[in-house]
């Protein structure tokens, strides 16, 4: 058996979870998440904690073992503490602010970039240590925009100037000083 998929998710206190079938509803101090998982998988929800458990050893349920589990536990942990994604923005002259919950970045091009956060998303940026912080209830939803914005001005490997995620190590090359 799946290693994750047997761990039971542990539910907190003032979070709810309502199971109908394979349809899971989550809801919590930071919002409500629902969804609708395969057939395949049974769920259960038993003394405050969610199981999830396959019917057979067929490879395609073994697969959805673990990321069931995963997900429902991503869903009770967004709904009760959030998720947040740190960019580092490096590069002269490159910052970031919010306009309103707007995120304006000056990155090296001819006009700012604004990014209008989507339903469930909220931006937090630091000017003076060029930090810009993705917060939400949806993991996924969480990175991804994370993502979107990186892709803005990916880190580039010469002088390293560009968004990184906080933590990211990016590989450096040398110059054209080998023509010697």
């Known amino acids: ?7 039971p998710v542990v539910i907190p206190d003032g979070v709810q979870v309502d199971i109908k079938g394979s349809f899971v509803k989550v809801k919590g101090q930071k919002g409500e998440m629902q969804r609708q998982f395969s057939h395949l998988m049974e ?10 458990k396959r019917k057979s050893d067929h490879p395609t349920e073994r697969a959805l073992h673990g990321t069931t589990r995963a997900l429902i536990a991503n869903m009770v942990q967004g709904v ?3 998720f947040e994604r740190v960019l580092e923005i490096q590069g002269v002259g490159y910052r970031a602010e ?3 919950s707007t995120l304006v970045l000056h990155v090296g091009y001819s006009h700012p970039v604004e990014i209008v956060p989507v339903d469930g998303i909220s ?10 912080k993705v917060m939400g209830m949806d993991k996924e939803l969480v990175g991804k925009v994370a993502s979107e914005i990186r892709k803005i001005r ?8 560009g968004i990184r995620y906080q ?5 450096r090359k040398a ?3 080998g023509a010697k």
């Open 1 to 7: 058996m799946s290693r994750i998929g047997r761990m």
């Open 43 to 52: 769920i259960a929800l038993e003394d405050g904690q969610v199981t999830v």
């Open 80 to 82: 009760s503490g959030g």
């Open 98 to 100: 919010m306009k309103g």
């Open 123 to 132: 931006f937090d940026a630091d000017p003076k240590a060029r930090l810009v």
């Open 154 to 161: 990916p880190p580039e490997p010469y002088h390293g100037k």
């Open 167 to 171: 933590g990211e190590q990016v590989r």
């Open 175 to 177: 110059g054209k000083a």
